[in-house]
């Protein structure tokens, strides 16, 4: 969805106190708590490669994203934020699904993520 270089890895873990960052010589790793609740649910099997494994949707992989920004109050300008700051490709942002987008806001119930959701919908339309 960007078109950077891969900095770090980063997993989602359900355990709580479980968060750790791993340097390696093959790269940095991340693991991040989150709830239960959001860790089931976007979930998607890959079986692309000679290992099955499990990887975030991308509607899930940007709300979690953006659930992790703190705005310290101000209003942020998601158009500004997700194609200038996160340099994610307008196509591929503008063609992910709105309702899945819709049901993450409700989860997270944070700001940016109800901004992002309702950028989806006028844009889509």
């Known amino acids: 969805m960007i078109p950077d270089k891969v900095e770090a890895v980063?997993?989602?873990v359900f355990n709580k106190n479980k968060g750790k960052v791993f340097e390696?010589?093959?790269g940095k790793f991340i693991?991040?708590?989150?709830e239960p609740l959001v860790y089931f649910h976007g979930v998607i099997r890959n079986d692309d490669y000679s290992e099955p494994f499990l990887i975030a949707s991308k509607e899930k992989?940007?709300?979690?994203?953006l659930s992790k920004i703190r705005s310290h109050?101000?209003?942020?300008d998601i158009e500004?934020?997700?194609l200038e700051d996160m340099r994610i490709d307008e196509d591929i942002l503008l063609s992910l699904n709105k309702d899945d987008v819709g049901f993450w806001a409700k989860i997270y119930k944070k700001t940016l993520?109800?901004?992002?959701?309702?950028?989806?919908?006028?844009?889509?339309?």
Do not use: H, N, Q, W
């Open 61 to 65: 992989a940007v709300c979690y994203t």
């Open 10 to 12: 980063t997993s989602a």
């Open 73 to 76: 109050g101000e209003k942020l």
């Open 24 to 26: 390696t010589p093959v």
């Open 80 to 82: 500004m934020l997700l």
């Open 113 to 125: 993520i109800t901004d992002f959701s309702e950028y989806l919908a006028k844009r889509s339309k």
């Open 31 to 34: 693991y991040r708590y989150i």
